[in-house]
């Protein structure tokens, strides 16, 4: 979970990202690839090679090797604990909906527009009668 630490009085995000893709099986296999990615970080983050809040400025071997092993050239090793953060990811057909209440989400959209998607992104605070964010 990441922790706030910032000025203002709304942090709540409540960002709606929907990727969509040509086909299904493009959005299965990039659904896949961030579930593999986010288990491997996690395994980072128990084995204290990754800490939330302080990003590191080198890949570990082990990170390394699956980004490699992945086709993921485009994230840098500051954009890793992006996929640690508190996201909800559910694919349906052609499409994965992430929501979340982060802001820092590049890491993600780098991943989707790489394996061919087309985004869409809103925060639900200002758009309520879509029936997806929080609270909906």
């Known amino acids: 979970m990441k922790v706030w630490s910032g000025y203002g009085t709304e942090h709540s995000m409540n960002l709606v990202m929907i990727g969509r ?3 299904a ?25 990754l800490t939330v809040g302080e990003p590191s400025d080198r890949y570990s071997d082990e ?8 086709n993921i050239h485009s994230i840098g090793p500051r954009e890793l604990e992006q996929f640690l ?15 979340t209440d982060e802001t820092d989400v590049q890491a993600l959209v780098k991943i989707l527009i790489d394996k061919g998607a087309r985004i869409e992104m809103y925060s639900a605070h200002d758009y309520p009668g879509t029936g997806h964010g929080r609270g909906q």
Do not use: C, P
């Not at 296999?29 to 084995?47: D, G, N, S």
């Not at 990170?63 to 992945?70: A, F, S």
């Not at 953060?85 to 929501?99: A, C, G, K």
């Open 63 to 70: 990170v390394l090797k699956l980004l490699g092993d992945l």
């Open 85 to 99: 953060y508190d996201l909800t990811m559910r694919r349906n057909d052609d499409s994965i909906m992430v929501t």
């Open 21 to 23: 893709f040509k086909d």
């Open 25 to 49: 099986t493009s959005a299965e296999r990039t659904h896949a690839l961030i579930k593999e990615l986010t288990t491997a970080l996690q395994a980072e983050e128990e084995a204290g090679r």
